[in-house]
């Protein structure tokens, strides 16, 4: 997933800001006003959609309050997806695999150790631990999942897009399968944040709360994005290499796989529909 908050430094100005998520079958994108989608259908096929983002208002006022911004952007990639389902988009399945079935034993068995212990380990080592095990049956699943393809065809037509300004399909081929506003850049800061807060919180009120790990979940989720955000303008600043590191780590290893021609052109597709409802396709079109 790319959010469309921010501009990366040395982006020409008079490129679209643009966002997207890999579905099982396909790319959405959008735009602060409009999405769209393509997805490959069971005839073999391409599926075009697209729309008006809702709650545009709402939406733009929180985005200008820091912490509150990133939330706002995450939201408005939820409201689109009824829409995305509607016109045939799949999310990433959670297949029934062996391996899958482990990775979530482990993380269950793990935790109920940890929390069941007779000998604790330091606070600190212990949240690692959990966020850890918490982590690994999500990535586990999304590694079966064809979304990873689509999730790089998405980052290599924005890539494209925002080097050039065309929907080349040889360009697009070209680019990277990694973006510095990709979702993954998000957990890494996230964990981090959030395994300090609540080592923090465990100490002063003595105990675990649950009220206490949500409000530090969320706070880390939004200072997380603000980071990456400030990372995506600075894409040359050490301290904004060190913070899309691991991420970036994610999206090689893990949340990215080389498409297809085919899932390629699913997402051109898709980010050409986008262009159109923006009135941009002619000055992007080379």
């Not at 820091?66 to 999310?91: E, F, K, N």
């Not at 034993?105 to 095990?133: F, I």
């Not at 080592?199 to 969320?218: D, E, M, N």
């Not at 050490?238 to 970036?248: I, P, V, Y």
Request: with cysteine; aromatic share 4%; charged share 20%.
């Amino acid at each position: 997933m790319t959010n469309n908050t921010d501009q990366a430094a040395g982006q020409p100005a008079n490129r679209l800001r643009i966002g997207g998520m890999a579905m099982e079958n396909g790319v959405l994108f959008q735009t602060r006003r409009f999405w769209s989608m393509a997805v490959r259908n069971e005839d073999g096929g391409i599926d075009v959609s697209s729309g008006e983002k809702r709650g545009l208002a709402r939406s733009a006022a929180l985005k200008k309050i820091p912490l509150l911004r990133g939330l706002a952007s995450l939201t408005d990639a939820v409201t689109i997806l009824p829409d995305a389902h509607a016109h045939g988009g799949r999310l990433p399945a959670l297949f029934r695999s062996p391996l899958l079935m482990a990775s979530m034993t482990v993380s269950a068995l793990g935790t109920m150790a940890l929390k069941n212990s007779k000998k604790s380990l330091p606070p600190l080592l212990e949240e690692t631990t959990m966020a850890a095990l918490a982590l690994l049956p999500s990535l586990v699943a999304l590694r079966r999942s064809r979304a990873i393809q689509y999730h790089a065809a998405e980052h290599k037509s924005i890539n494209a897009y925002e080097k050039t300004g065309s929907l080349d399909e040889q360009g697009a081929l070209k680019a990277r399968s990694e973006h510095i506003r990709c979702g993954s850049n998000i957990i890494g800061p996230a964990l981090a944040l959030m395994t300090v807060g609540n080592t923090l919180a465990r100490r002063f009120l003595g105990k675990q709360s649950q009220a206490a790990r949500l409000g530090v979940g969320i706070l880390s989720l939004s200072g997380a994005m603000e980071m990456i955000q400030w990372a995506s303008r600075n894409p040359g600043n050490g301290w904004a290499k060190l913070l899309t590191s691991s991420g970036g780590g994610l999206q090689s290893l893990i949340t990215t796989r080389e498409p297809t021609q085919e899932q390629l052109e699913v997402g051109l597709a898709a980010l050409r529909e986008l262009l159109q409802r923006e009135g941009a396709l002619k000055a992007s079109v080379s």
